[in-house]
């Protein structure tokens, strides 16, 4: 043994492994090397011995004195930890799984789900409790052996997605019998007609090991009367029937969850009723059905209830499904929310959703049907790889493209599984981390992680070809050439960029023809315009993927109007189509940035050569070049404005539109201003001989570490000596002037250009009084005369600069004052009149106000700070924190929150504050309120990835009702708390 940590091994932690061996070799009577040759091509050797070593010592008695070769399976069975945990976890846990797989027969290659079995037994008198937990049981025996089948036997993806839909159907249907069984003594209800639909990969037939179940509830109305009673019964029945069903299927109680059940595909999503009737269905579909869900309903299929229903809803929808004609309009509608939704995935790490992965797989499978699929029945199939061989034979797809599709998508789902069974947990994303990835790649029989990569990489490339073959095909109508052709009459060329997608014709075809040939008196030259042409069929392919086509196309003609070559940006599109990449992203969600871009052209080298993150002391070195390179006396220096531009810009790009957490992007908008402030404070203070004992704090957003793009800087100075000095009015007056020298450089307001607006008026006695006062006056101010609003901003008091000559830690001393003012029950009342009277000031119209509208941001962080008052002498450490997430994760790790108060307000908090970049960025609204215009809201609702504006309605209103009951339930809490 003491030789074997020097040798070549399969185990990564070669100490832990030689433990585990020589327990088993212990009770198995086999040597050590015996034991390890079986684990030599595992796929985690480590995880496989350890989950090995915990088996043999679960059923000891069994094994105790065996050799290797009388135990049956067990060659099986460490192949099976080796690939998943979850599954190590059953057989330890479940023993009669583990009897079932030594019994004579084993596990076989063909599911069979028997009613009889021992572990299920629906009869009512079993009590529903114990019936529901008896089919969990099932349901968890059953999927265990047909993750065996295919990870063991190597059954077919085919048929492993298939028996996972039976057993999804299986379950279904027992809900629903037990859910009706449990609703009869509220109910005198004997109509039957309620009906289970699937869609998407239920729908299919084609589940994964970790899939949502999506499902539409509906019953038939034509037995029901013109009584408005019985009918408002008969909606109550199957509501409650339905929310029955939904809740037991999802409920993880014995920590067996059967399924996660999805209801969003349901007419108007989450604020839709649960259940509609047959006619309900036809009604919206027909008014107001979109083309995603013409997609979704091709795998609509009945999966439980009754098949009548189902049937007569399947026949009436079909015609509204599958189109009757060659629609180009639905064809460019689907490339381009395909196109918009790839955005959310710039790196190609999700197997699902990423360009020439699954999502392109089944959207082009979806769109033949729904093109073709009204005049020819036989193209209407299900699950993807039946949808493809009928495609093939009826001549849609050639053979040559069907192998590949059929091959890719065996392949991606594959990978889909071998992500997901290892611990029964959702995921379509490869790992980051390379010895989790050349796991992977063992789990899916590749002896090297390359190889498997370029087997990834293979299907990508082909996969994205069709789908772009497919498009190009299909949008052939579209005769393009006749925007450049001179001769072409104005109507004509107006048609044809309507086709391409665009809704603004007139100012869209001036941008197109300005990019192609410039506009008098600077025409382009021939070569220019041979360039763009060269280069045309990607420009438009990457405003096709933008939320507003019209106003992406018009911020590029900005930007490239600006540069004085766009012969040189199309070579560039030409030889770097990451550049044109990123310039899309920016010129297809922000306004804000496209200004920037067209106003200092010299910014396009930060897209040409993206540097990417660079440290805090890079940026700090960086930014102090720039300050020791000019005279900055006066004024505020272009190279500072560049240098926050710059980096701005970097963050929008990088990490808010490469959908980074917010909270992670305001961390870095606020590490940038830091820099600035303090360097430019600092260099202020040395070149003009100052001496006074001087501290600059943070306030606000920029206090709590929460800047957004659109932030002021909020500041406080304080004189703050070692020692009781007496400060005289000459003091004062030379340090209000070394501020408002400071304020020219930071803040010019006569400048077009200022790095940062900042704002003095958390300073006591508000704007009337000096920039600047004593830390002992401010004490005073503080203990004896500060107002409510005063009190709650200073919690997020942050130093950002000290003086040598000034106190060192003086914040802490401040910060200790503003929490010594423990709060009173009886100043509750006045600390929300103060917001309300805010909120009153704020509100200038109905419009939603993200910040001031009763459940918006401001309640949040109002809450959290009167919670941080009145508990911060019980939890210390709550006095350390000043942004609002982190004061809510305290609340919640110290039980002032429950896990869905916490949910909802951070969820809420996240997303409003997403949201209000956004209105910045893309629309260029400062007061928080949503846009009333319809096209602007539109825009908004895309770029949030919502797929309609009532959508997007629909959530900020769920949200905010959440968010306002939440918050009410809290300041109970905190009145009841005195």
């Known amino acids: 043994m003491k030789n074997r940590k020097s040798r070549i091994t399969v185990f990564a932690d070669r100490e832990a492994a030689d433990i585990n061996l020589l327990k088993i070799s212990k009770i198995l009577e086999m040597s050590v090397d015996d034991i390890e040759n079986i684990f030599s091509d595992n796929a985690d050797a480590d995880q496989a011995l350890n989950f090995l070593e915990r088996y043999i010592k679960r059923y000891v008695n069994e094994f105790d004195g065996k050799k290797l070769s009388s135990i049956p399976h067990l060659l099986d069975l460490v192949r099976l930890f080796g690939q998943s945990e979850y599954y190590a976890g059953v057989l330890l846990r479940r023993e009669g799984i583990h009897r079932r797989l030594f019994s004579e027969n084993g596990i076989g290659t063909t599911l069979s789900i028997r009613t009889e079995d021992e572990y299920f037994s629906p009869a009512p008198d079993n009590g529903l409790k114990n019936t529901l937990h008896n089919l969990r049981l099932y349901k968890e025996k059953i999927f265990f052996e047909i993750g065996y089948r295919n990870i063991i036997r190597k059954v077919s993806l085919e048929d492993t997605v298939r028996d996972l839909s039976l057993l999804a159907d299986f379950v279904i249907q027992n809900i629903l019998t037990l859910s009706k069984l449990s609703l009869k003594e509220k109910y ?8 289970i639909l699937s869609v998407g990969k239920l729908g299919g037939r084609e589940l994964n090991y970790s899939s ?127 196109m918009l939704s790839e955005q959310k995935y710039l790196d190609i790490s999700n197997i699902k959703l990423s360009p020439g992965s699954i999502r392109d797989i089944e959207t082009i499978c979806q769109t033949l049907q729904h093109l073709y699929g009204g005049g020819d029945s036989r193209l ?37 599984h071998a992500l997901q069974y290892p611990l029964n947990v959702q995921n379509h994303t490869l790992p980051l981390n390379e010895s989790k990835l050349k796991i992977l790649a063992r789990r899916l029989n590749f002896d090297e992680y390359k190889n498997f990569k370029k087997e990834l990489e293979k299907h990508r490339k082909t996969i994205r070809n069709i789908f772009e073959d497919l498009f190009r095909s299909e ?44 506009h008098p008196p600077n025409k382009f030259k021939a070569t220019t315009k041979s360039k763009f042409m060269n280069v045309w069929n990607l420009l438009y392919h990457g405003i096709s993927k933008t939320a507003d086509m019209d106003i992406s196309l018009n911020n590029l003609e900005k930007i490239i109007r600006s540069y004085n070559s766009p012969a040189i940006v ?88 490469g959908n980074k957490p917010i909270s992670h992007v305001e961390s870095l908008l606020t590490d940038t201003a830091d820099i600035v402030v303090k360097e430019i404070v600092e260099q202020l203070y040395s070149t003009n001989g100052l001496n006074l004992p001087i501290t600059l704090f943070a306030l ?81 101010y503080l203990i ?91 939890i210390i450490s709550l006095k350390d924190k000043r942004s609002t997430l982190s004061i809510l994760n305290l609340l919640y790790e110290n039980d002032h929150l429950s896990s869905s108060e916490m949910k909802i307000l951070t969820e809420s908090y996240n997303f409003y504050r997403r949201l209000e970049q956004h209105l910045f960025m893309s629309i260029n609204i400062d007061n928080y309120s949503l846009p009333e215009d319809q096209a602007k809201k539109d825009y908004l609702a895309k770029i949030m990835g919502n797929k309609s504006c009532k959508e997007f309605e629909d959530l900020i209103q769920s949200l905010n009702d959440s968010v306002k009951s939440t918050i009410n339930d809290l300041y109970s809490k905190l009145e009841q708390s005195f």
């Open 188 to 195: 005198n209800i004997e109509d039957d007609s309620f009906c």
């Open 212 to 338: 949502d179940i999506d499902l539409l509830y509906v019953y038939n109305d034509i037995h029901t009367t013109d009584n408005p009673r019985i009918r408002q019964d008969s909606f109550s029945y199957y509501s409650d029937l339905a929310g029955k069903i939904t809740k037991t299927l999802s409920d993880n109680d014995d920590l067996l969850q059967m399924y996660r059940v999805d209801l969003r595909l349901r007419p108007d999503g989450e604020a839709g009723p649960i259940v509609r009737d047959v006619a309900g269905y036809i009604r919206y579909y027909e008014r107001s059905g979109q083309t995603w869900e013409r997609q979704m309903l091709i795998k609509a299929r009945v999966s439980a209830g009754d098949s009548g229903t189902g049937s007569a809803f399947l026949e009436r929808i079909r015609p509204w499904v599958y189109s009757q004609v060659h629609d180009i309009s639905y064809i460019k509608e689907i490339y381009h929310v395909k």
């Open 380 to 416: 209407r199939g299900l699950g993807t790889l039946e949808s493809i061989k009928l495609l093939t034979v009826n001549g849609k797809i050639s053979k040559i493209e069907s192998n590949s599709l059929i091959e890719a998508y065996t392949f991606y789902r594959n990978v889909e």
């Open 475 to 518: 949008m052939k109508d579209i005769k393009t050439e006749l925007i450049f052709d001179s001769n072409c009459e104005v109507e004509d060329k107006l048609k044809v960029i309507n086709d391409l997608g665009f809704n603004e014709l007139e100012s869209s075809l001036k941008n197109i023809q300005y990019l192609y040939e410039g």
């Open 570 to 657: 199309y070579d560039l599109f030409a030889q770097q189509p990451d550049f044109l990449k990123l310039l899309m992203l920016l010129a297809g969600n922000s306004t804000k940035m496209a200004d920037l871009l067209s106003s200092h052209p010299e910014l396009f080298d930060m897209i040409i050569q993206p540097s990417g993150d660079s440290d805090i002391d890079s940026l700090r070195n960086d930014f102090n070049s720039i300050l020791i390179s000019a005279d900055n006396s006066e004024g505020i220096n272009k190279n500072e404005y560049l240098f926050v531009q710059k980096r701005i810009m970097s963050i929008y790009l990088w990490h808010f539109l």
């Open 700 to 780: 606000g957003k920029f206090g709590g570490r929460e800047m957004g793009f659109d932030s002021d800087v909020d500041l406080l100075f304080l004189l703050t000596p070692t020692s009781s000095n007496e400060f005289n009015s000459k003091d004062i007056a030379t340090a209000s002037k070394f501020i408002q020298l400071f304020n020219r450089r930071i803040s010019d307001r006569k400048s077009s250009i200022p790095l940062y607006i900042t704002d003095y008026k958390i300073r006591p006695e508000g704007k009337n009084s000096p920039l600047i006062t004593t830390l002992d006056e401010f004490s005073e």
């Open 784 to 874: 004896n005369r500060a107002l409510q609003w005063e009190i709650t901003a200073l919690t997020k008091l942050r130093t950002i600069w000290n003086s040598p000559n000034s106190i060192p830690n003086v914040e802490d001393d401040i910060r200790d004052l503003i929490f010594n003012k423990s709060i009173k029950k009886d100043e509750l009342n006045d600390f929300n009149r103060v917001k309300e009277k805010a909120r009153k000031e704020k509100l200038t119209s109905d419009a939603f106000n993200l910040k001031w509208s009763e459940g918006g941001e401001s309640d949040i962080e109002h809450l959290c700070q009167l919670y941080q008052l009145r508990f911060s002498s019980d």
